[in-house]
Nanobody
Framework: VQLQASGGGLVQAGGSLRLSCTASGSIFEINTMGWYRQAPGKQRELVARITSRGSTNYADSVKVRFTISRDNARNTVHLQMNSLKAEDTAVYYC??????????????WGQGTLVTVSS
C-alpha cells in the first residue's frame, strides 16, 4: 500500500493551495483519511480528517479556511486550503487508516509535501 501526496508549493499569504493524496495497492477498505502537518521544531499535528461516511473534524486553527473532502471511488483525499497564513507553513502528511488484503486495519503515511506561505 502506498499513499502519494501532491499539491504543495510556495504561496503568498492569503492565497490558496489544494493538496491531494491517493492510496494505491492491495486495499480492501479505507476508513479514515486525513492530513497532518509538522512545522520546523514542532510536533506533528492533526489538520483535518474525514471518515468513509464523510464525517469531518478540523484543527481549530484551520476551521473555516480549510476543507477536506474525499473521493471513495478513487481512494483519494483532498485538502483545499484558503486564506493561507505564514503559520500554515509545514510539511503536510497524508494519512489513511485502512484494511489491506494482507493486514488488518492499520495506519499508513504518505511521503509529505511541503507548503510554504510567504508573508
Amino acid at each position: 500500500v502506498q499513499l502519494q501526496a501532491s499539491g504543495g508549493g510556495l504561496v503568498q499569504a492569503g492565497g490558496s493551495l489544494r493538496l491531494s493524496c491517493t492510496a494505491s495497492g492491495s486495499i480492501f477498505e479505507i476508513n479514515t483519511m486525513g492530513w497532518y502537518r509538522q512545522a520546523p521544531g514542532k510536533q506533528r499535528e492533526l489538520v483535518a480528517r474525514i471518515t468513509s461516511r464523510g464525517s469531518t473534524n478540523y484543527a481549530d486553527s484551520v476551521k473555516v479556511r480549510f476543507t477536506i473532502s474525499r473521493d471513495n471511488a478513487r481512494n483519494t483525499v483532498h485538502l483545499q486550503m484558503n486564506s493561507l497564513k505564514a503559520e500554515d507553513t509545514a510539511v503536510y502528511y497524508c494519512n489513511a487508516d485502512l484494511v489491506s488484503l494482507q493486514t488488518s486495519s492499520r495506519s499508513y503515511w504518505g511521503q509529505g509535501t511541503l507548503v510554504t506561505v510567504s508573508s
